[in-house]
């Protein structure tokens, strides 16, 4: 009985050990399965803006009419981070409390859901993500002063995937 404790012991060691590494791994694919995505829906995006002559209307959450037919199946509203979501953000410049100079257009990934408490979002395990809060998002910036939310200054905790500066 001693013996099979021990084995039991050891093994559990070494799959501690291994395991370990692997969940930095899975944050990383979350991560660049997230890239991917946001560059499928901003190309569906621009294919949009091709045939319509105008980006869709903003969408809370919820994909913007007319944009289905040009999405992969399976894109929206989930995105990579389990318990996140896709928001399409098409804020005029009067609904930026901060510099309202120019439309925004962007793509986020949401972690809190509408109404919920900071205890209820779920937010990547990277370092990057480790000053966030409800109002914070992983953005894919289209066009003008894009930030993690439009009562929000630019510096607002977020993550712009493919921002220039970051």
């Known amino acids: 009985m001693i013996e099979l404790l021990i084995v039991i012991s ?9 395991l370990t590494p692997l969940l930095g791994v899975r944050d990383k694919a979350y991560f ?9 829906v901003d190309e569906s995006v621009s294919f949009y803006l091709e045939d319509f002559g105008t980006y869709p209307a903003d969408a809370n959450r ?5 944009l289905e037919a040009y999405l992969a199946q399976g894109i929206w509203p ?3 981070w389990p318990g996140s979501v896709f928001d ?6 009067s609904a930026l409390s901060y510099d309202p100079k120019e439309q925004v257009y962007q793509i986020s990934i949401r972690f809190c859901p509408l109404g919920g408490g900071i ?34 200054p630019l510096d607002h905790p977020g993550y712009c995937v493919n921002c220039s500066d970051e």
Do not use: M
């Open 62 to 66: 919820d994909v913007p009419p007319g």
């Open 119 to 152: 205890e209820t979002c779920k937010f990547p395990k990277a370092s990057w993500a480790d000053d966030f809060d409800q109002q914070s998002a992983v953005y894919y910036c289209i066009s003008g002063p894009c930030r993690s939310h439009s009562s929000k």
């Open 88 to 93: 399409w953000e098409n804020w005029p410049p």
């Open 32 to 40: 660049a399965k997230a890239k991917e995505e946001l560059r499928s």
């Open 78 to 80: 989930d995105s990579a």
């Open 10 to 18: 050891i093994i559990g060691i070494l799959s501690s050990i291994t």
